[in-house]
């Protein structure tokens, strides 16, 4: 009895602080709950962090609510932090929240950092087979939900990437960007471009946006290429030579002396402006950041277009993928079992739905995952923003080739290191030669397996692994 309460001890003092905290806040919550006698409220409550998606949802929901008056779906709007502690604080503790979870893949990973019995969310995969809906997703944008063969949550989206450009300037200047298979193609033919156009010595025009602060461009990269951080079972993987050389090529393009890549705050107000200046000439574009694009750069309508990414080899992928949201079913919720089927019901009615995918594209450019809907003709609709191009079936035609992606909870700071393995190997070129390819490469190699060793480290620490407090 003594050893056991000791280990669990143990276990708890190994968690991050930040954990240790919301487990303390769920546990007030729960005696709060008890106190208050835990009064049962009526219907489903439906919690998500984008607004854009509960716009979608409304048509849905209030004939879903006209057909099942005992189980009205309430849908409510909570800030992605706030819906964070909430979700891991009723999870930690067991006390119940909403009855769906609609949330994205950056929280969502640490709902199922331990064994099945400890996580959060009810496994889908058994549903799915029995209602027959498995194979009708798009397999990619079902993987980050995917964990050691159970189905944490439904995909909302595919979210696939394809390469924006400013079809102005770049036709003006005799450029044929459709001839343009691979990026060794892309920088070369743009570089004559990238100059000092105002004499005062800097050069104002850039080849690609490539922000160096924020990790999630250079996985995208990276993801392209075929390379993994982690995977599944949680094994470092990321300082493989796929890796090393996506690194390499970057960093060759982003060095001071000829650099070609421009560092802005990407997806912010703030980015825009280099884009309509023409400071940058092409930027990595997922499906949602078209609706970004209208809202913060109308004045680039009819300047751009869109085409697959160049690929890091010849005949390799065109595209990658960028975000994500599910959404879960929470295993204890204020209804119990007693409404657990009609969530279920609920979530399969909004994710399946030809409506829902229609309403989502035009409230916000996104692409859904359910293959049958690919074929309706809203995503053949011609845009005047992209010069007359048919936007979405573009990006649906690259969904069945987006990455496959881990859900390991240990892919955030495996992220966060190789953006820190990337600053470092941009220092480290502009202090010696970049074309030197060979040498960038073993500089890259040299620091994944530091960074990787610090990740295995995290991994090999964590209190729901075999032999880790021993």
């Not at 979700?87 to 709902?111: K, L, W, Y």
């Not at 011609?382 to 892919?411: H, K, N, T, W």
């Amino acid at each position: 009895m003594r050893r056991s309460l000791l280990n669990a001890i143990s276990s708890l003092l190994s968690l991050p602080v930040s954990l240790l905290a919301l487990l303390a806040l769920a546990l007030l919550s729960s005696v709060l709950v008890l106190m208050r006698g835990g009064k049962k409220q009526e219907g489903l409550l439906f919690w998500s962090f984008a607004r854009e998606h509960l716009r979608a949802y409304v048509s849905q929901t209030e004939k879903w609510n006209r057909a099942h008056p005992d189980y009205q779906v309430t849908l409510a709007y909570i800030s992605e932090q706030a819906l964070t502690d909430r979700m891991m604080g009723s999870f930690f503790a067991g006390t119940p929240s909403a009855d769906m979870i609609e949330m994205n893949q950056g929280p969502n990973v640490n709902a199922w950092r331990g064994p099945d019995e400890a996580t959060g969310y009810r496994d889908l995969a058994p549903l799915l087979r029995r209602d027959g809906l498995l194979d009708k997703i798009n397999p990619p944008s079902i993987s980050p939900w995917t964990r050691q063969g159970r189905i944490y949550g439904l995909p909302h989206d595919v979210h696939p990437v394809l390469l924006c450009y400013r079809a102005d300037i770049l036709e003006a200047a005799g450029i044929d960007m459709e001839s343009l298979d691979t990026w060794d193609e892309f920088f070369d033919a743009l570089a004559p471009l990238c100059v000092d156009l105002d004499g005062d010595g800097y050069r104002d025009r850039y080849a690609l946006e490539l922000s160096e602060t924020m990790h999630y461009m250079v996985v995208m990269l990276v993801d392209q290429a075929g390379g993994v951080l982690v995977d599944d079972e949680d094994n470092v993987l990321m300082d493989s030579p796929v890796v090393a050389d996506v690194l390499a090529r970057l960093a060759r393009r982003a060095a001071a002396r000829d650099k070609l890549t421009a560092d802005i705050p990407v997806f912010t107000a703030a980015a825009a402006q280099p884009l309509l200046k023409g400071q940058v000439l092409a930027w990595l574009c997922p499906d949602w950041r078209v609706a970004n694009m209208y809202d913060t750069a109308p004045g680039l309508a009819g300047k751009v277009k869109l085409m697959p990414l160049p690929a890091w080899e010849e005949g390799g992928r065109r595209t990658s993928v960028l975000g994500g949201t599910m959404l879960g079913l929470p295993k204890v919720t204020r209804g119990g079992n007693e409404t657990a089927e009609a969530s279920w019901q609920f979530a399969k009615d909004l994710y399946f739905s030809k409506e829902t995918a229609e309403l989502l594209f035009r409230e916000s450019g996104i692409v859904t995952p359910i293959r049958d809907y690919w074929k309706l003709p809203v995503f053949d609709e011609p845009s005047d923003y992209f010069c007359g191009q048919p936007f979405g079936r573009m990006f649906i035609e690259q969904a069945p080739d987006v990455p496959m992606r881990s859900s390991s909870p240990y892919l955030q700071q495996a992220s966060e290191e190789l953006l820190s393995s990337f600053t470092r190997l941009v220092s480290y070129a502009n202090a010696n030669d970049p074309d030197e390819l060979p040498a960038l490469r073993m500089e890259a190699q040299r620091l994944l397996a530091l960074a990787a060793k610090k990740v295995r480290l995290m991994v090999d620490r964590s209190a729901f692994r075999e032999g880790s407090l021993r």
